[in-house]
């Protein structure tokens, strides 16, 4: 019923480097990167998914853009080897060890047990794992931005609607077109420099004009860098896509899909990692974490065949969104997060903001997949349907209009001519009213001889006292 997607931990690597350069002390706060890696795994849990995170390792070619580090161990202020109680104490050294993925994919890691997601290795590159492991059969579908899953041969690639989505499929029209991985391949056995440059020709014009308009777009830059580098294409690179390196126990992935959401422990984490402190914090933390644990509790409660609908309050409404069906659930958070808000300790410097600490046992409505809360709390759905079937019936269904009865005009119906009020108005004759003169009245510039006696008495007193040489 649910649908499993292999994720590529590309988000590591596009948090690192929009933030390169960014102001630490103004932008990101401690362990941002971590952070936003946080918000990115709760996403699709709340969609319903499964999902099954897989990692780069350390025999991703350099060639390639390794960024796979050599020893993973996090920063000192992350161990214990030194206590850190806010991120103003962090010093310049401990911000910069936050930006590198020998500390980042630790905690990673480690989040990724504290909300009981599963997660993989790969020998080599992830998205050569991903695609392997979706040609078999074993999930439905890759969710990444990286353009490679298409040549190592994913045949469903979701990806985000961002602008890079232009990028993957391009990828895939090209790959199509010139059916990468034959065509090359058999270039490269015969070892034939002139078939290898005549592919390396039409590819660049298929990209500079576009004929048939196969692509998207015509990509004249492109075309011409592929056009002036004389080592494209390169055997090395063109071998690590044609024959990636990837696990051989794919047809039986260990993948434990019932593991329970580790509240105690993920709270912790947030606390020391994200500084997440104090009663306000810890309110934002089952408040974000709500959503992601009903639609994992639903999904378990589906896939054990039981019934979830105690954890449902009411079904309110229903919308379609994209073409997805979703249902407005009330349920309270305290079901799905039991965390006691109250045990953390007050702090007194966030002032008012601690009088509205978010109280986890009063409900909140939030949109689902209709289908998931079918599938997880069937009970509750089928009750919803039944009261929304009946108000459907009990709705009393307007009469037809009678196409023989004489149609209403717009406004007030007009009295007849014959009427006695008609006649009686009729033999009095009445005069229309003057018409008011239009505008401002004009203003008479001269003033009455009282104010003109006025003012000559006041010059001639001021002559005098002021002497006919003036004042100074």
Known sequence: MSMSFLDTPLPLLEF??????????????????????????????????????????????????????????????????????????????????????????????????????????????????????????????????????FVFGSRRVLQKMTAEKK?????????RHFHFGSKLKAVFARNDPAAVKEWKSRLVHTLRENPGAKLSHQFPSLATTIENNPNFPSRTIVNYYLNPKVSTDLNVPHIDWTRKLQIQDLRKFTRTFFNWRYQLFAGKFVRLLALPALSRALLLHGN????????????????????????????????????????????????????????????????????????????????????????????????????????????????????????????????????RPRGRPRKDNSLPQQKQNTFIAISSLWYILLGSEGWW
């Open 16 to 149: 690192k480097a929009v933030t390169s350069g960014a102001d630490e002390e103004k932008w990101g706060g401690m362990n941002h990167i971590v952070r936003d890696f946080y918000f990115h795994v709760g996403h699709l849990p709340a969609a319903g998914v499964e999902r099954i995170l897989v990692f780069d390792g350390p025999g991703k070619p350099r060639e390639k853009g390794s960024a796979h580090p050599a020893a993973l161990r996090p920063c000192a202020h992350a161990t214990g080897e030194r206590d850190v109680v806010g991120e103003n104490e962090r010093t310049e050294e401990d911000k910069k060890c936050e930006r590198e993925l020998s500390h980042i994919i630790p905690l990673c890691r480690t989040l990724l047990d504290c909300m009981g997601l599963p997660y993989r290795d790969a020998p080599a590159e992830a998205e050569a794992e991903c695609a392997a492991m979706e040609r078999l059969g074993i999930f439905d579908a890759v969710l990444t931005r990286d353009g490679d899953a």
């Open 304 to 435: 054990e065949r039981t019934d979830g609908s105690a954890l449902i309050e009411t079904i309110t409404r229903s919308k379609e969104e994209d073409g997805v069906k979703q249902v407005r659930v009330a349920f309270i958070p305290a079901n799905v997060v039991p965390f006691d808000i109250a045990g953390e300790p007050e702090n007194s410097h966030f002032g008012g903001n601690v009088k509205n600490l978010f109280d986890s046992s009063l409900p909140v409505t939030e949109w689902v997949p209709s289908w998931l809360v079918e599938y997880g709390a069937p009970e509750a759905f089928h009750r919803w349907q039944e009261k929304e079937e009946s108000k459907t019936k009990g709705t009393k269904r307007k009469t037809p209009p009678d196409d023989n009865a004489p149609r209403r005009g717009p406004g007030r119906p007009q009295k007849s001519e014959t009427s006695p009020q008609k006649q009686s108005s009729a033999s009095v004759t009445v005069e229309p009213a003057p018409k």
């Open 167 to 175: 990028v993957a499929r391009t990828a895939i029209q090209l790959s």
